[in-house]
């Protein structure tokens, strides 16, 4: 570095205690530290310190920047799929969900706070074993393919719901040529 270190320019004026670190900058950086002086600063030590002041609010800053980023996203989507249900429920009034997806209130601050859903998952849950317990039960052996046609609920929430009935003791399997299909467990005295 050009200039004297023992120079009084090298001392921090704002009260706090000053060390004087031993480093190695390039001949660009170091022409760039003497134009900082001549155009904004009073020291080369000055320029340097503020430098790394700055630099350091820069990357406690940029360290919340992916956050916001991915709440943002998340909104975006959260909204397509709200056009994307109210689509479907147009098309297909039949088939709309049972209810929509709570969407988050904004608090002042910019927060989300969930809002709580009108129905629980354990309830949908349980609404959806009992007509699925029911299907089961007129069918008498089905697959889980003809008990969703017949429900009119996802295979996967059918699945789910005929693993809690097995659990439950309600239904059992019966395997067939690589199938799997479902009937009432028969009655225990």
Request: glycine share 4%; charged share 35%.
């Amino acid at each position: 570095m050009s200039g004297d270190s023992s120079l009084p320019d090298d001392s921090a004026d704002d009260g706090n205690e000053s060390v004087k670190p031993n480093c190695t900058i390039t001949e660009r950086q170091d022409q760039m530290l003497d134009q900082l002086k001549a155009e904004r600063y009073a020291s080369r030590s000055e320029a340097l310190r503020i430098a790394i002041e700055d630099l350091h609010q820069k990357m406690e800053n940029d360290s919340e920047q992916p956050i916001r980023e991915l709440l943002t996203k998340a909104e975006r989507i959260l909204e397509t799929l709200e056009e994307v249900a109210e689509q479907v429920g147009e098309l297909h009034p039949n088939r709309a969900p049972s209810r929509q997806q709570p969407t988050p209130d904004r608090r002042s601050d910019g927060q989300s706070e969930p809002s709580t859903p009108a129905v629980s998952d354990a309830d949908e849950d349980d609404r959806t074993d009992e007509r699925v317990y029911t299907v089961v039960s007129k069918l008498g052996l089905a697959s889980e393919s003809s008990i969703s046609e017949e429900c009119e609920v996802s295979q996967l929430r059918i699945h789910e719901s005929l693993l809690r009935l097995i659990e439950r003791g309600l239904v059992t399997t019966v395997e067939n040529d690589q199938t799997v299909q479902y009937r009432p467990a028969p009655a225990t005295e």
